[in-house]
């Protein structure tokens, strides 16, 4: 089983934002933003082109977990960022989708990809399930 499968099984840990019968939504271990999420299709699916009907299934669970992440952490507004393929960043081969909160304090693209050590994995979670 790959890691997210792992995941979804219960076998490894994670901060769960939502769920629906296809979809699972946690937090990034190594976030971009507060909130960084990871939405996945519950079946595995490789990378995105490997399959035509993942991606919708998802969508609803993509949407619900913008605005769960829009009202609970303050968010103003949020990337979605797909990485499809080694070369284009992708590290963990079971489709995903990053859902990355902006906050007013560093907006913009160019402050969209930097890990942030200093995020607070736990009060993210807690604020999230308040
Ligand atoms: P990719 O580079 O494949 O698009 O993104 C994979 C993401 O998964 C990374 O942002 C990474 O921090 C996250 N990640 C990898 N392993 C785990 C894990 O075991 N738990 C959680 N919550 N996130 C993970
Ligand atoms: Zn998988």
């Given at each position: 089983m790959c890691i997210f499968c792992e995941i979804v099984a219960g076998n490894i840990p994670s901060k769960k934002v939502y769920e629906d019968d296809v979809a699972y939504a946690f937090l990034d271990?190594?976030?971009?933003?507060?909130?960084h999420t990871l939405v996945i299709p519950k079946r595995h699916v490789d990378?995105?082109?490997?399959?035509?009907t993942a991606l919708g299934e998802i969508a609803p669970a993509v949407t619900a977990v913008a605005a769960l992440l829009q009202e609970k952490?303050?968010?103003e507004g949020l990337n979605l960022l797909i990485n499809s393929g080694a070369v284009a960043?992708?590290?963990?081969?079971h489709l995903h989708v990053h859902l990355i909160p902006r906050y007013a304090d560093n907006p913009g693209m160019s402050g969209l990809a930097k890990r942030d050590p200093d995020i607070d994995l736990d009060g993210v979670y807690q604020r999230l399930s308040a």
């Open positions: 271990i190594n976030p971009f933003h507060a909130g990378r995105l082109t490997d399959d035509p952490l303050g968010a960043g992708q590290e963990v081969f």
